[in-house]
């Protein structure tokens, strides 16, 4: 598959330089603007996948009347932290 370019982009000189500053060894300009890209496009597909579930349970209980208390919610979370603070140490 061939490869495609990108619009070039213009930004602030200061902009330019924090982004040069923050290079890893080896790591060129390019490389780390296709690696936020990359990053960027997961984090979204992830917060619409996220969206789109929590939609589906508010669909879904609106369809059955059935909710979970908040205070439920928290505890159950609470828990589970708790717990994996024990495993952890």
């Known amino acids: 598959m061939k490869s495609a370019s990108l619009p070039s982009l213009r930004v602030e000189p200061e902009l330019r330089h924090s982004a040069e500053l923050v290079l890893r ?5 390019s490389s780390f603007i296709e ?3 990359r990053n960027n496009i997961e984090r ?10 929590g ?4 669909d879904n209980s609106l369809a059955t009347g059935e909710y979970i208390a908040a ?3 928290l505890s159950a979370l609470n828990n589970s932290l708790l717990k994996a603070k024990k495993k952890k140490r």
């Open 35 to 37: 690696s936020s890209l």
């Open 71 to 73: 205070d439920e919610v």
């Open 25 to 29: 060894e080896g790591e060129t300009l």
């Open 55 to 58: 939609l589906a349970s508010r």
């Open 44 to 53: 979204r597909l992830a917060q619409n996948e996220f969206i789109s579930r």
